[in-house]
Nanobody
Framework: QVQFVESGGGLVQAGGSLRLSCAAS????????VGWFRQSPGKERECVAA????????YYLDSVKGRFTISRDNAKNTVYLQMNSLKPEDTAVYYC???????????????????WGQGTQVTVSS
């Protein structure tokens, strides 16, 4: 089992930027597809970005395309989410999650993932 720890959340004004990090331990991250999810009160958890094992394939939620970038450094066992041009509607708890896979695919369904971090709060003020 792999453990994930998110960091980098905080309070930022609209239009600002944050970079979230997801550090993995316990297993080699290069065998895992990883997704970034978010959840705000009263809403379902949604995948904002996902990345394949190699980093060669990525997925973005339509509302974050052009603003968020997911990347990974398998040598550092870390996945990143660069968030630019943040909007108040981006406010949520952000989670990273991983699934061991033999395929170099991304996955955007929360039910696919086995291992989750504890989450980091992102608050965007208007």
């Amino acid at each position: 089992q792999v453990q994930f720890v998110e960091s980098g959340g905080g309070l930022v004004q609209a239009g600002g930027s944050l970079r979230l990090s997801c550090a993995a331990s316990g297993r080699t991250l290069s065998s895992y597809a990883v997704g970034w999810f978010r959840q705000s009160p009263g809403k379902e958890r949604e995948c904002v970005a996902a990345i394949s094992r190699s980093g060669g394939s990525t997925y973005y939620l339509d509302s974050v395309k052009g603003r968020f970038t997911i990347s990974r450094d398998n040598a550092k066992n870390t996945v990143y989410l660069q968030m630019n041009s943040l909007k108040p509607e981006d406010t949520a708890v952000y989670y990273c999650a991983g699934i061991w896979t033999a395929y170099d695919n991304y996955y955007y369904s929360a039910s696919t993932y086995d291992d989750w971090g504890q989450g980091t709060q992102v608050t965007v003020s208007s």
